[in-house]
């Protein structure tokens, strides 16, 4: 059999990059986000380093776009299992009063959040099977979407961004049933927090270290979902700084 | 100011003919379905009984549709605050493997159950907060959405419908923060069991009339939920007959 | 059959005496508190305008104080079923740091809340059932307890009282599963928000009426709750103000 | 500062000896159950390969027995920080009708369960914080509570299980919240499903391996929750095997 990979959808400087770089100390990674610019650097550093990565421009709401995506996987590692797929795209979580919100606002963060993750997970389920069936697999293939406080939480202003998070929470809970007979392990992670990279530093300027999440943290408990056996499948963690309020 | 009106999305025989009747003893009601042989009979009903309706032939899911629908409205009941207004449309719970669902299915099911919600909402919550500047109305406005167990738990092969169902949920959480400061109530109800009604006849034979839910009773709910002051709003109910497990 | 009676555990003035009332329209009352000043205007009130109520003395957390007040009842109502039985005791909120808590805060509010749901459930549910067995009951019968934001959020600083509310919905809900396919209906009301009572007055003053909640409309929710059919039973509802934020 | 400790209440056979022997390669573990035969095998093995275990013979569900217990372990351990404390002592979880249980078996069940979750974390929360404050400690210190189905599903027939078991998850919650700020990390695990040990061997007969979770996993979990850094605390996970329904 081919050697496994992992696909992270939704990669930009932050939790996909380190995801990224954390998953290409074992497998091959492909590395999934619309604009270049955001998976370039990690597919050169993750390349650099000894490991192997390969950036794809994608836009996970397109069917035609994801399409494309998955037959250049294919061209480039043909046949290969996927040891580990990850969901981290995600749509920006505005907030506004509902009246504000365009008809687009909402086909737009839910064609990510939700269309996307459904599916994203339908390309990806075949080479995760195919993994668990794979005895010399050290660990069981793993599917983890990548959720928000809104995932479990809708607050005032916030219908668009919650209701897709809500929905591609659903997914993974109902593919985790699906899937799990299979020894295909799905996970669901609820980020609740700031995290700490480039794009939140100047609006959480004076904010302690521990107020904020640390994206290296995130990429290295999704690891561990990773590694969990068969007889042990976390399918939803939480995830916070110690200074955060919920 | 003029009379309130109650609207009600998804009015087929059963569920939606039954709220159409109870809010139609207080209110003049418009009824909204895709075909007009779902609404017909009970607009009749209401009409030849005293009350009035109004049938409009409506796709929820579609942006043109409800506008036309709601230029409708305005044109028989110019300037009418809303009352009432119920979410009651859905697709069919389909149940099959993730692998089995074609993005048209997905698209479909959050057309109506999702995005169709979200429009509705945002077409019905003026005229709601309307109604809460009248200090002659009688009840608080009130904004209903009609879940299912598939609302809180996704089972397996239940990916589409949960995850356009967990979606729905959010919006109405969401929408309840953002207008009960303004008056107006939002609720969601989980109807977790199947509903008695015309179409569930075949496949439940043998069943005990207590292990069904009663179309009517259902109506009967949404209307205490109307009849709740503004010092006692309730966000959320289930609904299950008596010989329900769950 | 002897006519079937209704018992309130939990009768101070706010809502335990709202909810005595408003069931004593239909039903003789019983009304349980530690202290007979808190129930005995009640009694009085609903006794001399024409309905009828009794009054026990009785500290729920206490099992001989309920088996007294459980033979007491057997006495003035030889063999009635029981028609609805609301269990509405509860301890304090207290709030301080864990460490401050005395092990004796523990078992008093578990006690009461905790032990006290259980204790007062076994002996209220052979009444029940009885009165689900009489053909010519209007309502099915039904137990209620009275849960808080507490039962479904664990706060800083709320471990005591949280864990007893948590504790009591569970009862709630296994009782609810237990019993239900025997027509006996059981709900969980989570009260969000502060109620408008005497005890509250004083730090709610400036607060606006509609960010308090209504104690004669907790009653009227219940009085729902109960005029519920075996085809519809709700067994969770949650309560707040239009003004609350949660 | 003295070297760091685990404690770990609630040591048989299974789960509370796979997370001693987990924790017990970094620190010296203390080791609490009723009966010393539960952690006599365990302390032995520990101490034999060049670990250090001390057991305690504990009724964790009285006020005296644990401030023996806590008094010992400060004369083993003078002033040590504690840099773990897992409570994973449990009841049976008992199903039958609610009417058969009797008032002890609900004090039994709440006072393990519910009080002694309570009193043991008044014991270790001293230590907990004082590991905090060493700059020099590898991993922030961590609380964890071993939770089952019955922490968030109550069945009919455990009323008194799942009420006991529900109180002890809000306390975590509750804890969760005080004590983040001060760099604790508490966290609840939800067991759903048959553990691999052999007090479940014989009524497993014929189960897959993969049906059952294996004991030593849940203890890896329980280790990786300990060494997330203060940018990522999770508060909640759930555990179960590939073959389990949910």
Same mark, same amino acid.
């Given at each position: 059999?081919?050697?496994?990979?992992?696909?992270?959808?939704?990669?930009?400087? !932050?939790?996909?990059?380190?995801?990224?770089?954390?998953?290409?100390?074992?497998?091959?990674?492909?590395?999934?986000?619309?604009? &270049?610019?955001?998976?370039?650097?990690? $597919?050169?550093?993750?390349?650099?380093?000894?490991?192997?990565?390969?950036?794809?421009?994608?836009?996970?709401?397109?069917?035609?776009?994801?399409?494309?995506?998955?037959?250049?996987?294919?061209?480039?590692?043909?046949?290969?299992?996927?040891? *580990?797929?990850?969901?981290?795209?995600?749509? #920006?979580?505005?907030?506004?009063? +509902?009246?504000?919100?365009?008809?687009?606002?909402?086909?737009?963060? @839910?064609?990510?959040?939700?269309? !996307?993750?459904? =599916?994203?997970?339908? %390309?990806?389920? &075949?080479?995760?099977?195919? %993994?668990?069936?794979?005895?010399? $697999?050290?660990?069981?293939?793993?599917?983890?979407?990548?959720?928000?406080? /809104?995932?479990?939480? *809708?607050? $005032?202003?916030?219908?668009?961004?919650?209701?897709?998070?809500?929905? =591609?929470?659903?997914?993974?809970?109902?593919? /985790? #049933?699906?899937?799990?007979?299979?020894?295909? @392990?799905? *996970? @669901?992670? +609820?980020?609740?927090?700031?995290?700490?990279?480039?794009?939140?530093?100047?609006?959480?300027?004076? =904010? $302690?270290?521990?107020?904020?999440?640390?994206?290296?943290?995130?990429?290295?408990?999704?690891?561990?979902? @990773?590694?969990?056996?068969? #007889?042990?499948?976390?399918?939803? +963690?939480?995830?916070?700084?110690?200074?955060?309020?919920?």
């Amino acid at each position: 059999m081919s050697k496994a990979i992992a696909i992270i959808a939704g990669v930009g400087p !932050g939790t996909g990059a380190e995801i990224a770089k954390r998953f290409a100390a074992s497998y091959p990674v492909v590395l999934l986000a619309r604009n &270049p610019s955001n998976f370039e650097p990690t $597919a050169e550093e993750i390349n650099k380093s000894g490991g192997r990565a390969i950036g794809i421009s994608t836009d996970v709401s397109s069917q035609d776009s994801l399409k494309a995506a998955f037959s250049k996987i294919e061209q480039e590692f043909s046949g290969a299992p996927i040891a *580990a797929a990850i969901f981290n795209a995600s749509s #920006r979580p505005m907030r506004k009063p +509902i009246l504000e919100f365009s008809v687009e606002d909402f086909e737009t963060a @839910h064609g990510v959040v939700a269309k !996307g993750a459904f =599916m994203f997970a339908q %390309h990806v389920l &075949p080479g995760l099977v195919l %993994h668990a069936s794979d005895s010399s $697999a050290k660990y069981p293939p793993t599917l983890i979407f990548t959720g928000a406080t /809104a995932s479990i939480k *809708a607050n $005032a202003q916030m219908s668009v961004f919650a209701s897709a998070k809500f929905a =591609m929470r659903a997914l993974s809970m109902s593919i /985790a #049933r699906e899937y799990a007979p299979q020894g295909v @392990h799905v *996970a @669901h992670s +609820i980020v609740d927090g700031v995290i700490d990279i480039e794009l939140t530093k100047e609006w959480t300027q004076g =904010m $302690a270290p521990e107020a904020k999440i640390a994206a290296d943290d995130i990429a290295e408990s999704y690891w561990y979902l @990773h590694t969990q056996s068969k #007889r042990c499948f976390t399918n939803e +963690i939480d995830i916070r700084p110690m200074m955060e309020k919920w």
